[in-house]
């Protein structure tokens, strides 16, 4: 944001001092260095060009020329350090991994060594039978979440300046995603090593068009519109937003119902094949 102070243009034309604010969005440090000599730049060559012209106009040595002193201000990570933007993506990868994968791997174990056709003559419905497969990977995956964020506080001095509970909250939503996902994963493969290169699959593209490593604003239009349909880029919208502005609810709502959204469908179109694949 460009904060130009009133009367710029004629403190401009008589040759006396003026400023001007830039403040920058420092979530993403590469982003905002790049943001910050843009504008740099830009100012430098509207100053030296502006004392051009007044020198043209004059024709000889102007006693005064104008000046134009750029004072930026950096937002939400003065110091721009990438670990304040990468740690929480770290946590978003890491709990992702470990749902699909263990989820989709274990069940997969089950029918090679042949106990899941012994779980199946159980009086157990094909719904416990699911959630006995998924909780335990769910209950690892807030384990995880919670030594991520410990070490996040202790180990890299990150603070968390919004609520805890929202990042629990739209944790537990995108595992649905996640664990749907494993369950899919399941039903279309027969070994753990074809449900393994299955889960990558899907893992790549959420790391790559998640704004994990690449940030959205900078990819082409097409991916920009593929993105919208990547589950972890709303988590992470909401996990740095958490982590590094301190928003709440009221903001992060359109990204909670949209995680909301892809866990429930994820899961129950999951669910419903994995039922057909038991029957």
Partial sequence: ?????KGFADDVATGRQTQIAAYIDGSDSQTA???GGYTTGVLREYSTANIELMLNKAKQYAPRLPQLNYQPRVWYNPEMK???????GVLAMIIMMISMILTSMGIVKEREIGTLE??????ITPLELMLGKTLPYLIIAMIDLSIILIVARLGFDLPVRGSVLIIVFSAILFLMTTLGLGIFISTVSTTQQEAMLTAFFFIMPFILLS???????????IFQNITLFIPMRYFLEIV?????KGTGFPELWPQILALLTFGVSIITASALRFRKRLG
Avoid at 240 to 244: I, M, Q, S
């Fill in 1 to 5: 944001m460009l904060i130009i102070p």
């Fill in 33 to 35: 260095r790049v943001i």
């Fill in 82 to 88: 990438s670990v304040r933007f990468m740690v929480p």
């Fill in 118 to 123: 012994q779980l199946i003559v159980t009086p």
């Fill in 211 to 221: 704004g994990f490593i690449f940030p959205i604003e900078n990819m082409p239009v």
């Fill in 240 to 244: 740095r937003g958490v982590f590094l």
